[in-house]
């Protein structure tokens, strides 16, 4: 019989050395422990991609021209004007208050079917559900989870190669009303009701609001880098091996500056005018952003600006003080902003665009067994995940090293592919009283470059009769 070790801090176990049979002590918060080559290996570049608005007559060679690397459209048409870049598809759904949950599922793989023919990349699963202009019933992080949860699911089963992403949360305050809530909680009651089993990727919009990209995060700041609050909170509950995309970010320029007093003429303006920076501002601001992230965020996938051309949309659909057009980087006649150079001319690395592969004990890797009662028992499980760009994947060829004096090591798989649990076992068979540590080695290619990492656990053999209870 076995027990599993209880690891807290104060725990001390016997490792017998190698050298002069001698003990020495080690702490327990050295177990488990990774080795990796890893870091040899550029982490995958962040993304440059751009919202284009449907149904205006924009020039899409600006997509081109700005070197993005993708484009998040809104309509099955748009989808497939680009081929020099990758599609995020916005997928906007309600919530079937007549309960047809079946009918949902069914159209949802229809939809996913569709969007792999369009040549769509990933799917971001709604928008802003934090705020009630986008999740009407009022904002419900369980609901929206529970509708994350079936679209993640009904996708990934005839479409897996898809790259679903969570809806990206507005960064706000929770209001009296309740029609925001802030994006801090609405995260942690997604993760609490387990939101981080269905998204490939978690969605954040960090709008900079009127400060610079720099300025330092805090629970009572609205910035950009309040997205490292978020990440915070994604390393809290144990999802730091999936990326953040952040679908949304941007400056508002002042419509002063085209002759527009907007605040006092257009309500759809009034609550964004303390947002509103200068041309010139918005241009370094953007540019600044993009660096700011590829520099820091190493976390970060793909980084959508808000948004091309807004700004050309008729005046029967966005009033000319709305908001949305003073986001754009394109005037009202396609003319560039001084933000559109800015982005056209702003440095950045090559895509890069690789898994990345890290092993992940899923328990203590340790096990206790008495000596007097040998078996093959089981020492923990490990998950070979992909940390990088999680439209790629890899196989990897699990082998324990050998070891003269300790157990026989085996797995089960052999060779796994990306996110694949690993089960280690020991045959204790013929093994005197003591501690043995044991090396798993795992192997894998990536971008042609071979990455070897490795995972060790530890098998006590105890002389008490307790241990073979």
């Excluded at 050295?30 to 290996?41: K, T, V």
């Excluded at 792999?116 to 971001?124: C, P, R, T």
């Excluded at 705020?131 to 509708?147: C, D, F, K």
């Excluded at 971008?447 to 307790?466: D, H, K, L, P």
Aim: proline share 6%; aromatic share 12%.
């Amino acid at each position: 019989m076995k027990r599993k070790i209880t690891l807290v801090l104060t725990v001390l176990l016997t490792l017998l050395s190698t050298m002069g049979g001698m003990p020495r002590r080690v702490f327990a918060t050295e177990l488990p422990y990774i080795q990796s080559s890893a870091a040899m290996i550029p982490r995958p570049h962040l993304g440059y991609g751009i919202h284009v608005a449907p149904h205006t007559s924009v020039d899409l060679g600006w997509v081109d021209r700005l070197g993005m690397d993708w484009v998040k459209v809104y309509t099955d048409t748009e989808a497939g004007y680009y081929r020099n870049q990758k599609v995020l598809y916005r997928y906007d759904l309600i919530w079937p208050g007549d309960g047809n949950w079946d009918g949902l599922k069914s159209g949802v793989r229809a939809r996913a079917l569709k969007l792999v023919d369009l040549g769509v990349e990933a799917v971001e699963v709604h928008n802003e559900p934090n705020l009630q202009m986008e999740w009407p019933r009022g904002p419900n992080a369980w609901e929206y989870t529970q509708l994350l949860r079936i679209v993640y699911t009904e996708i990934k089963a005839v479409a897996p190669q898809l790259i679903v992403v969570s809806g990206g949360l507005a960064p706000t305050i929770t209001t009296p009303s309740r029609d925001a809530i802030t994006d801090v909680d609405f995260a942690r009651e997604m993760f609490e009701n387990g939101a981080g089993n269905y998204f490939d990727a978690f969605g954040y919009h960090p709008y900079g609001y009127n400060a610079p990209p720099e300025d330092a995060p805090n629970a009572r700041t609205l910035n950009f880098r309040r997205t490292e609050l978020m990440r915070d909170l994604m390393l809290e509950y144990d999802l730091g091996s999936k990326p953040m995309w952040l679908t949304e970010f941007g400056w508002l320029r002042d419509p002063a500056e085209e002759g527009l007093n907007c605040l006092a003429s257009d309500l759809s303006f009034a609550g964004f005018s303390w947002m509103k920076v200068s041309g010139q501002t918005q241009a370094d601001y953007i540019a600044r952003a993009f660096d700011f992230a590829d520099k820091n965020w190493a976390w970060a996938g793909p980084m959508f600006l808000w948004n091309l051309n807004w700004s050309m949309l008729g005046p029967g659909v966005l009033s000319q003080c709305n908001h949305m057009r003073w986001f754009s980087i394109l005037r009202s006649d396609g003319q560039p902003t001084l933000a559109l150079y800015s982005v056209a001319a702003m440095p950045r690395r090559p895509v890069r665009e690789i898994a990345e592969m890290t092993l992940v004990a899923l328990d203590d890797m340790a096990v206790e067994i008495g000596y007097s009662c040998p078996a093959i028992i089981e020492v923990g499980q490990f998950q070979v995940r992909n940390t990088g760009y999680p439209g790629t994947g890899f196989d990897a060829k699990i082998e324990p090293a050998v070891s003269l004096s300790g157990p026989e090591v085996t797995v089960s798989p052999a060779l796994a592919t990306s996110d694949d649990v690993v089960t280690v076992y020991a045959d204790t068979t013929g093994l005197t009283p003591g501690m043995y540590v044991i090396f798993i080695n795992v192997e894998t290619d990536i971008g042609g470059a071979i990455v070897s990492q490795n995972i060790r656990g530890y098998v006590v053999v105890s002389e008490t009769f307790a241990a073979c209870q």
